[in-house]
């Protein structure tokens, strides 16, 4: 079992920046190498989508074409959190951002598809101003 806790969302102006946590418990033992992090957002109406992805075992990053360039997404072991660091945000990246945490391969973390994913966050709310 797995729970997953996220912080760090608020208002920004476009082309600030803003850093995501997402804290990771686990109640039973797991190799963190062998999951899949990722973080995803959505806004109403819309169907949720992934953003960013990291792989435990082998430290391989995965972004959404809209993300690439200005997202970073890092994990800390010793402290069980994952976090996404945001620049140059536009209007278009407001949205509720949730992370998400499996035992996967990591060919479908590359994905990062919403499907593959069963512990989810819930939710931290990222809005950008023009």
């Known amino acids: 079992q797995v729970q997953l806790a996220e912080s760090g969302g608020g208002s920004v102006q476009a082309g600030g920046s803003l850093r995501l946590s997402c804290a990771v418990f686990?109640?039973?033992?797991?190799?963190?190498?062998?999951?899949?992090m990722a973080w995803f957002r959505q806004t109403p109406g819309k169907e949720r989508e992934g953003v960013a992805a990291?792989?435990?075992?082998?430290?391989?990053?995965y972004y959404a074409d809209s993300v690439k360039g200005r997202f970073t997404i890092s994990q800390d072991n010793a402290n069980n959190t994952v976090y996404l660091q945001m620049t140059s945000l536009k209007p278009e990246d407001t949205a509720m951002y949730y992370c998400?945490?499996?035992?996967?391969?990591?060919?479908?973390?590359?994905?990062?598809?919403?499907?593959?994913?069963?512990?989810w966050g819930q939710g931290t709310q990222v809005t950008v101003s023009s």
């Open positions: 998400a945490a499996d035992r996967i391969l990591s060919v479908s973390c590359s994905t990062i598809g919403m499907r593959y994913f069963t512990y």
């Open positions: 686990r109640n039973t033992y797991s190799r963190y190498s062998s999951y899949c």
């Open positions: 990291i792989y435990g075992g082998e430290g391989s990053t």
